[in-house]
């Protein structure tokens, strides 16, 4: 199934984080459309959470389209969801009966909010904005919501010294996300006062933790960082992707047999 909103022309968080990670990688998968990531269980996974919990009528759609969700079964056994997704199911439905988390998921689900950041086109999809309550909500699966991980310096603008431990929202980048999706939403002139973070686990039972994403001066430092990001990006795609950088690990570069060489 090809999701049309994927291979759109504007930059999008993901593209950015793709661009970060392999530029050879962003290249294949975001700009020429020529590879396509294979989802693992554990994005499809995160991918029912978000079907069952934001758009629940094309729940039967989604377990159509992805066979791979259900057990083989046989003449006489019926076919069951395999264990990762039905700890799916239980997490979106804990998730819906918790009346703090169903609460901040009152509103539009899944809508697209597009605009330009210093001439650069760049798109957005809210998992959830209530426009009434001026507030933005993400859904991320973490392993765990206590555990931290390392993160590098400079791989976040604040991250100074040798490094630090940050939650697994933040290390992957939830300043961004969320700093992009207020600044498209408010160019539409909709204010926005409270952006959120529902990070949840597929524990049994599931584990929840929201972030109140309200650090100013790190969303400030990410959408500073994600519009030079920008820049280069539309630079590269304007000169067909000169000198692209590899990593030579990602699945793209394994997939074309680049191989790269270090000294050490
Ligand atoms: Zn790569």
Redesign the pocket.
């Known amino acids: 199934m090809t999701d049309p909103y994927h291979t759109r022309s504007e930059n999008s968080n993901s593209s950015r984080k793709a661009y970060r990670?392999?530029e050879?990688?962003w290249w294949a998968v975001n700009v020429e459309h020529t590879h396509t990531i294979t989802p693992t269980d554990d994005m499809l996974a995160g991918s029912l959470v978000h079907c069952m919990a934001l758009e629940p009528d094309k729940l039967d759609e989604f377990r159509e389209a992805h066979p791979e969700i259900w057990t083989k079964g046989s003449k006489n056994v019926k076919p069951r969801l395999r264990e990762k997704f039905a700890a799916a199911e239980r997490t979106a439905e804990a998730m819906l009966a918790n009346p703090m988390l169903a609460d901040l998921l009152d509103g539009v689900r899944e809508i697209v909010y597009t605009g330009t950041i210093a001439g650069v086109p760049w798109r957005g999809k809210l998992d959830c904005i209530s426009v009434e309550r001026q507030r933005i909500v993400d859904l991320k699966k973490v392993p765990s919501v206590d555990g931290e991980v390392w993160v590098p310096n400079r791989q976040l603008p604040w991250v100074v010294r040798r490094g630090e431990y940050l939650p697994v929202v933040e290390a992957r980048g939830i300043h961004y996300q969320l700093g992009l999706y207020r600044e498209l939403v408010e160019q539409r002139r909709i204010e926005i006062r409270e952006l959120v973070c529902i990070a949840y686990t597929l524990q049994d039972p599931p584990a929840f933790r929201v972030y109140i994403v309200n650090n100013e001066a790190k969303l400030a430092q990410a959408m500073e960082d994600l519009t030079q990001t920008g820049i280069e990006m539309e630079r590269l795609k304007a000169h067909g992707g000169m000198g692209l950088l590899?990593?030579?690990?990602?699945?793209?570069?394994?997939s074309m047999g680049?191989v790269e060489t270090e000294e050490i």
Do not use: H, L, T, Y
């Not at 590899?246 to 394994?254: H, I, K, Q």
């Open positions: 990670e392999c050879v990688k590899a990593c030579g690990s990602c699945e793209v570069c394994r680049i």
